[in-house]
């Protein structure tokens, strides 16, 4: 988490000066699943309110200083809401632990609790991997290390064959055959719509990203320039396209037509993401065909991996005793 400015702080004690007591200051942390991915998942927490009134006096006889302590306050409750590592290898451990695991911790504590699964905390799971790669860094470095060697084994192998994780997952996990069987219908089905929402929307799509990726010059710029040219860039290539359609169709079938660009759009968006699941999980069957080590060492080190953190959560819930996750 980046350092905050202190106009929250100047805000709120200015406000608090005029009107003592009537302001409530509620920290919120937004955890992001993938910061740059369209339709990630974030996580939203909402802490304790934090209290603007003890800072008042000292506002009053120096304000400078009253609202860097404030500021302070504040980014302590706000980190208190986010997952946040101190390093950045550490952050690329952790990452790689939730992308392997997290999946599978979420599902073990329903199943154990007996609780649904929106009813998980994932924020709490998230920082019980980070407490828990703290703890073998100081008490079991090597144990880290080794772990951290065989992740990046097994990521480089998933590169060099081009496959996915999920993909080597769903095949340590056999779905059911009617499942198979409903996706390819409605991979079938859902290949006109995909083509056409791809054609009609390829433009606006891909110019806020492009835009953003030419001009961004902080990661944390990045989204706010493709939000801001996509909101600009949908509607107007959406009109101009409506327009030239409404030269040669009636009313009616250019109203149709505007309606299909956003609904068309996104039925493309999600076709893409699942034929790219799909994709891997051929290459993957193709592997075993034309290479069948390759795939018996990319579910092999995958189940390694599992066991290896299997045995730390153990060793690590036995050795903090109250610890979980």
């Known amino acids: 988490m980046q350092r905050i400015r202190t106009g929250a702080a100047r805000i709120a004690l200015d406000f608090e000066d005029k009107h003592p007591g009537r302001l409530t200051m509620i920290p919120v942390g937004l955890t992001f699943e993938a910061r ?32 860097d302590a404030l500021t302070d306050a504040l980014q302590w409750a706000m980190e208190a809401e986010v997952v946040n590592v101190e390093r950045v290898d550490d952050a690329r451990l952790v990452s790689a632990v939730e992308a392997l695991y997290r999946d599978d911790l979420a599902r073990e504590v329903r199943e154990s609790r007996g609780i649904a699964p929106h009813e998980v905390d994932l924020i709490r799971l998230s920082r019980g991997i980070v407490d828990a790669v703290d703890w073998f860094k100081a008490n079991d470095p090597g144990r880290v290390e080794s772990l951290w060697q065989q992740i990046q084994s097994y990521r480089a192998l998933l590169a ?55 001009f961004a010059h902080h990661e944390t710029d990045y989204m706010t320039i493709r939000l801001l040219s996509g909101i600009v860039a949908f509607p107007l290539f959406w009109g101009l396209e409506t327009w ?32 790219k699941h799909f994709r891997s999980s051929l290459r993957l069957a193709r592997l075993g065909i034309l290479h069948g080590p390759v795939r018996s060492r990319l579910i092999a080190e995958r189940s390694a991996i599992i066991d290896e953190r299997e045995r730390a959560k153990r060793d690590y819930l036995t050795a903090t005793k109250g610890s979980s996750f």
């Open 244 to 275: 030239v359609v409404s030269w040669w169709a009636t009313l009616r079938a250019t109203a149709a037509f505007a309606v299909s660009l956003p609904v068309s759009g996104l039925i493309a968006y999600r076709y893409l993401v699942g034929a």
């Open 36 to 67: 740059h991915a369209f339709r990630g998942h974030v996580l939203a927490s909402f802490g304790e309110h934090v209290p603007v009134s003890p800072y008042l006096e000292a506002y009053r006889r120096d304000p400078v200083k009253a609202v």
């Open 160 to 214: 060099e064959y081009r496959v996915r994780d999920d993909a080597v997952r769903g095949w340590l996990t056999r779905r059911p055959r009617r499942e198979h069987l409903t996706r390819g219908w409605a991979a079938l089905v859902g290949f006109p719509i995909f083509v056409y929402g791809a054609v009609v929307n390829a433009l606006p799509y891909y110019l806020p990203r492009w835009l953003a990726r030419r």
